[in-house]
C-alpha cells in the first residue's frame, strides 16, 4: 500500500538528502543570503512531510484500533481449566482480579481461585497474594499494585499456577500453620462444648417426677434450633450492635430513674425501647433474648404467630407493663407460655413490621405504649423504612444489623459439621452462605437434609446445593443501575443470558427505566475504547442516539401497557427497549466504577411533579380570567401572563408598599387572586423566573401585598344565565329578573293560583253536588250539565250537551 510505503524509514533519508542537494545546486556560491530561504523551503516540505506521516499513523492506529475492538477476546471460552496438583492447590493465596480476561469472565474466574482454596479480595494491599491482570485494568489498582510492590498474573500464569503448585504441610510458613492450627483448635473446643451442653440437656429430659411427663430430646430437635447460640460469643457478625444493646438493657434502671433525660454515650439513654432492623436469618431474635437474659431480665416475646391488633396489645399490657394481664390465670406470675413474669422483664416485640390487617391499629397501640412503658421493649424488624414503621421510628433508638460476611459465619457453620462428623472443606461452606445471602438458619437446613443423604460434600455439591436453595435479595435501583451501567455486565466475557439481565429490570420495573434514562449518558462507554479524537466522538455519538432512540421505542410500548388497552404482555419487550438495549450500547465506567460521574435520582419524578402542579395553577387563573378574556390555557400562558406581567408585578419591584393598590385594582379587574398571583409569578421564565424575581421584592411589600388583599373585598367571578345562552323568563310589568329570580317569580304565581283554589266556602250548599235545588226541569238539566262539565277537566263542549241530553231524555 502506497501508506505504508510512505511509512518505511530507508525513504525517509533519502528525500532528506535529495532536497539538501536540490538547495546546494540551486544556491548560487556568490550570493550566501539567499541561504536562509532555501532552509525555510527545505523546513515547510519536512513540516507537510511530518503532517503527512502523522495523519498516515493516526488513520492505521484508528483502524487497527477498530478492528482489535471488533474482534473481541482473544479465547473466548476457549482455555481449558487444568487438573489440579492438589485439591487445595490455592490455599494460603489472596487473589484480585482486575480488568478483562481473555478466556474466562471476573466471576468465572473468582469462582475458580475459591474452588481451590484460594482468597478473593476487592482492593490490593500488602497482604496480597498475587493480581490477576486482565485488559483495561483499573488505574486505582495499578497505582495500588505499584506501591505495594505486588507480583502480576497473566490469565495463562494464573492456570498455570492451579496446574503446578502443591500444597504440603512442611512448605507452609510458621504463620500460616500457627493459624491453620488455631482454627483447627476452636472447632474441637467449640464440638466438645456443644457435646457436653446436649448431654446435660438429655440428662435432665428424663422423666420428671413432678410432672410426669418427659421433656423433649435435644437429637430429635431441628439444627436451627439445637445449634442455637446460648452465649455472645457464638453469635455471628454485629457484635458493636449487641454491645450495645446490652449497654441499653444494663443502663435501663438508671435511665427509668432519671426520666429518660441522660442521653449516655451512645444516646440511647432518652429512649424506652430500642428498633432491631436486618434481614432475615441473622441473629437478631437470638441476640435480644440472649441480651436480656444476661441483664437479668425476663423476656416475653409476641410474634407473627399471635394476634397483635390493638385491642390485644392494649389489654394484653397495662399501661404500666407490670404484668401481661391477657396471659395470666388467676393470681399466679406465670403466662400460658410458662414464663415466670417479675418485676424485670423484657417485651419483645418480633416482625412488628409484619403486622398486616388483622393486626389493625397494632403500630400505633404500640407506639403510645412505649412512650409511658415502665419496662424495656425490643421491636424486632426487617425493613425499618416500611411506611407502616413511622410510627414507631421517632419513639426507638435505631440498631441496625447487618448481614455478617462468609469468614464470620463460616467458623459456626464448620463447628457444626464437625460435630455432625460431616467432611465439608471451607471453601464449599464459603459458597453455601453467599448463595443464601449469609441466612445461616438456611444454611443449617440445606446441611441438616444434606446430612440424611451424605456426610460429605464436594464444591460442585456445594454450588448446585446452593443453586437450588438460592435466596435472592431486592436490590436497589441505584445497585441496579450500576451493575447494568458497569463494565461487566455487557463485556465479551459475561456468561449472563438475556433473562437474567431481565430480572434486573423486574426488580422495580417503575424505577429502573428512570434511572437509566437519568444516567445513560453519564458512563465511558467501553466500546469507544482505544479510539482517540473526532473517531471517539462520533462512536460515542453513534452510541448516544442508538440508546435514545431505544429509550423512545421503550415510551412508545410504555403508552400501550398503561394506556387504556393495558397490554401488560409488552413488559418484556419494554425491559429489553428501555432498558437492556440502551445499556449495552454504553456500558462502561461510571460511578463505583472509576469513572467521574455519580449516579443519580431521576429528576423526571420532581419535574413531572411540579408540570403537573403550575397545570393546575394555570387552569384556577384561565377560569378566574375567562369572565375578562377569551382564550384557552395556552394562549392565556404565551400572551396574556407576559402582558400582565409589568402591571402586577414589575410595580412591586419599581416602587414598592406604594403600588400595592394599583395592584390589587388590576388584579380584581381580572378576577385574580392572592394564589394566582403566586402562580403567575411562577410560571415566570427567563428574567421573570421565580426565583429571580421574588429576590427582587422586598418582603415589606409582599406582606403589605397580603395585608391589604386579605382586608379588603373583591369581585367574584360568576356567570349570568344570558351570558349561558339562557333566555329568562319575562314577567310582565317590569325588567327581565335574573335565572332565580325568575324561577321565585314563577313558583310565587303558583302558589296564587292554589291559594285561588283554596278560597271557595266549603260550606256553600251551592258547590255540593248532592243537594238538588229547584226551579224546573230545564234549570236541573243545566245545573247537572254544569256539575258533570266542572268535573271532567278534559271533556268539550260537544261531549257535555250530549250528556246533558241524555239526562233529560231520562228525566
Known amino acids: 500500500m502506497e501508506v505504508d510505503s510512505e511509512e518505511l524509514p530507508p525513504k525517509k533519508a533519502p528525500a532528506k538528502g535529495k532536497a539538501t542537494t536540490t538547495a546546494k545546486a540551486s544556491a548560487p556560491k556568490p550570493k550566501p543570503k539567499p541561504k536562509p530561504k532555501e532552509e525555510e523551503v527545505d523546513e515547510d516540505q519536512d513540516k507537510s512531510k511530518v ?16 478492528a482489535a475492538k471488533l474482534a473481541g477476546p482473544s479465547a473466548p471460552g476457549s482455555k481449558a481449566v487444568p487438573q489440579p496438583a492438589s485439591p487445595d492447590c490455592l490455599a494460603g493465596l489472596a487473589f484480585v482480579f482486575t480488568g478483562e480476561l481473555s478466556s474466562f469472565s471476573r ?11 484460594g482468597r478473593v479480595v476487592g482492593q490490593p494491599s500488602s497482604k496480597t497474594s498475587y493480581v490477576v491482570l486482565g485488559d483495561n485494568a483499573g488505574p486505582a489498582k495499578l497505582a495500588a499494585i505499584k506501591k505495594h510492590n505486588l507480583t502480576t498474573l497473566t490469565e495463562d500464569a494464573f492456570l498455570e499456577l492451579i496446574a503446578t503448585r502443591v500444597v504440603a504441610e512442611k512448605d507452609l510458613d510458621e504463620k500460616t500453620k500457627k493459624k491453620r492450627e488455631k482454627e483447627q483448635k476452636a472447632i474441637r473446643d467449640s464440638a466438645k462444648e456443644m457435646e457436653q451442653r446436649e448431654k446435660a440437656a438429655a440428662k435432665a429430659s428424663g422423666p420428671s417426677a413432678a410432672s410426669g411427663h418427659k421433656s423433649a430430646d435435644p437429637t430429635t430437635q431441628l439444627w436451627t434450633d439445637r445449634y442455637a447460640p446460648q452465649a455472645l460469643k457464638e453469635i455471628c457478625g454485629n457484635k458493636g450492635q449487641v454491645e450495645k444493646l446490652q449497654t441499653w438493657l444494663a443502663s435501663w434502671p438508671v435511665s427509668l430513674k432519671s426520666g429518660f433525660k441522660k442521653p449516655g454515650k451512645d444516646g440511647s439513654g432518652i429512649f424506652r425501647a430500642v428498633m432491631i432492623t436486618g434481614p432475615p436469618g441473622i441473629g437478631k431474635t437470638t441476640s435480644a433474648h440472649l441480651c436480656a437474659k444476661l441483664a437479668g431480665f425476663t423476656p416475653i416475646e409476641l410474634n407473627a404467630s399471635d394476634a397483635r391488633s390493638k385491642k390485644l396489645v392494649e389489654n394484653s399490657t ?18 400460658a407460655a410458662g414464663i415466670k413474669i417479675t418485676d424485670k422483664s423484657v417485651l419483645i416485640m418480633d416482625e412488628v413490621d409484619g403486622m398486616s390487617a388483622g393486626d389493625r391499629g397494632g403500630v400505633g397501640a404500640l407506639s403510645a405504649l412505649i412512650r409511658k412503658t415502665k419496662v424495656p421493649i425490643i421491636c424486632i424488624a426487617n425493613d425499618r423504612s416500611a411506611p407502616k414503621m413511622k410510627p414507631l421510628i421517632q419513639n426507638t ?28 472443606p471451607a471453601n464449599v461452606v464459603d459458597e453455601l452462605i453467599n448463595g443464601v445471602n449469609s441466612d445461616i438458619r438456611q444454611v443449617l437446613n440445606m446441611l441438616s437434609t444434606w446430612k440424611l443423604s451424605s456426610s460429605t460434600m464436594d464444591f460442585d455439591e456445594g454450588k448446585t446445593l446452593a443453586k437450588m436453595n438460592e435466596k435472592y435479595s431486592v436490590m436497589t435501583p441505584f445497585n441496579i443501575i450500576q451493575k447494568i451501567m458497569g463494565p461487566y455486565l455487557f463485556s465479551a466475557t459475561a456468561r449472563e443470558t438475556l433473562n437474567e439481565k431481565m430480572e434486573l429490570y423486574f426488580h422495580d420495573y417503575s424505577f429502573v427505566p428512570l434511572f437509566v434514562q437519568e444516567n445513560y449518558l453519564k458512563t465511558n462507554p467501553a466500546r469507544v475504547r482505544g479510539l482517540d479524537g473526532p473517531p471517539q466522538l462520533l462512536k460515542q455519538l453513534e452510541l448516544m442516539d442508538q440508546a435514545a432512540s431505544s429509550i423512545s421505542d421503550g415510551d412508545l410500548v410504555d403508552a400501550l401497557i398503561h394506556g387504556s388497552e393495558q397490554h401488560w404482555t409488552l413488559m418484556p419487550t419494554h425491559a429489553v427497549l428501555s432498558t437492556i438495549r440502551p445499556a449495552s450500547f454504553l456500558y462502561g465506567t ?54 400582565l406581567f409589568p402591571h402586577i408585578v414589575e410595580p412591586l419591584i419599581d416602587v414598592g408598599s406604594g403600588a400595592v393598590e394599583d395592584v390589587i385594582e388590576r388584579m380584581d379587574e381580572y378576577y385574580i387572586s392572592r394564589e394566582d398571583w403566586d402562580a403567575v409569578v411562577e410560571l415566570g421564565l427567563g428574567d421573570h423566573k421565580d426565583e429571580v424575581v421574588l429576590k427582587k421584592i422586598a418582603t415589606a411589600t409582599k406582606t403589605a401585598l397580603t395585608k391589604k388583599y ?10 349570568k344565565a344570558q351570558d349561558l345562552g339562557k333566555i329568562p323568563k319575562k314577567l310582565a310589568g317590569g ?18 293560583a292554589d291559594d285561588d283554589k283554596k278560597s271557595v266556602d266549603p260550606d256553600d250548599i251551592k258547590n255540593d253536588k248532592l243537594v238538588r235545588q229547584g226551579g224546573g226541569k230545564k234549570a236541573s238539566a243545566k245545573s247537572t250539565a254544569k256539575g258533570k262539565a266542572s268535573t271532567s277537566k278534559a271533556s268539550t263542549s260537544k261531549a ?6 241524555t239526562s233529560k231524555a231520562k228525566k
Open 397 to 424: 433508638f435505631n440498631l441496625p444489623f447487618r448481614k455478617p460476611d462468609a469468614a464470620a459465619i463460616r467458623s459456626r457453620i464448620m463447628t457444626i459439621a464437625f460435630k455432625e462428623k460431616m467432611k465439608i
Open 107 to 117: 466471576d468465572e474466574a473468582i469462582e475458580l481461585a475459591k474452588r481451590f482454596g
Open 735 to 752: 325588567p327581565a329578573p335574573d335565572l332565580e329570580e325568575a324561577f321565585e317569580a314563577e313558583d310565587e304565581g303558583m302558589e296564587d
Open 590 to 643: 461510571g460511578s463505583g466504577y472509576g469513572g467521574p460521574n455519580a449516579m443519580s435520582f431521576p429528576q423526571w419524578l420532581g419535574q413531572n411533579s411540579k408540570q403537573n402542579k403550575l397545570n393546575r395553577a394555570l387552569g384556577d387563573v384561565q377560569i378566574r380570567m375567562r369572565l375578562k378574556v377569551s382564550g384557552d390555557k395556552a394562549e392565556i400562558r404565551q400572551s396574556y401572563i407576559p402582558s
Open 318 to 335: 397495662n399501661i404500666y407493663n407490670t404484668s401481661l394481664d391477657g396471659w395470666m390465670g388467676g393470681a399466679e406470675t406465670i403466662n
Open 800 to 805: 257535555s250537551t250530549s250528556k246533558a241530553s
Open 51 to 66: 503532517k503527512a506521516k502523522f495523519k498516515c499513523v493516526f488513520t492505521t492506529s484508528w483502524a487497527a484500533a477498530k
Open 710 to 719: 386579605n382586608a379588603s373585598e373583591h369581585p367574584v367571578p360568576f356567570h
